[in-house]
Nanobody
Framework: QVQLVESGGGLVQAGGSLRLSCAAS????MGWFRQAPGKEREFVAA????????YYADSVKGRFTISRDNAKNTVYLQMNSLKSEDTAVYYC????????????????????WGQGTQVTVSS
């Protein structure tokens, strides 16, 4: 019922921008996580099913924007002012929910995950 397909990763210079996309079907709350080599997966951003509620990790607040277009079954992560510490594999996550306004910030709340897309920021 739920399929996640990620795209948009790549190599970018510090200060540049990238937009990640996640094709997601179903009534889902969505989130973005990232994992750098040798480190634990960390929360980046989350958005409710309705798109009306969002939440960001402090490290990306003001630089990243999560949004969704349910008509297109797509969630986005617009990443601006990228820093070298943003380098990681970024994962799209989803959980089926009937709640329209809730967001989830921990990985255990999500049931479905994308394959991940590499984001590399060079300085």
């Amino acid at each position: 019922q739920v399929q996640l397909v990620e795209s948009g990763g790549g190599l970018v210079q510090a200060g540049g921008s990238l937009r990640l996309s996640c094709a997601a079907s179903g009534r889902t709350a969505m989130g973005w996580f990232r994992q750098a080599p040798g480190k634990e997966r960390e929360f980046v951003a989350a958005i409710s099913w309705s798109g009306g509620s969002t939440y960001y990790a402090d490290s990306v607040k003001g630089r990243f924007t999560i949004s969704r277009d349910n008509a297109k079954n797509t969630v986005y992560l617009q990443m601006n002012s990228l820093k070298s510490e943003d380098t990681a594999v970024y994962y799209c996550a989803a959980t089926v929910t009937s709640r329209t306004s809730v967001v989830y910030t921990t990985s255990d709340r999500y049931n479905y995950w994308g394959q991940g897309t590499q984001v590399t920021v060079s300085s």
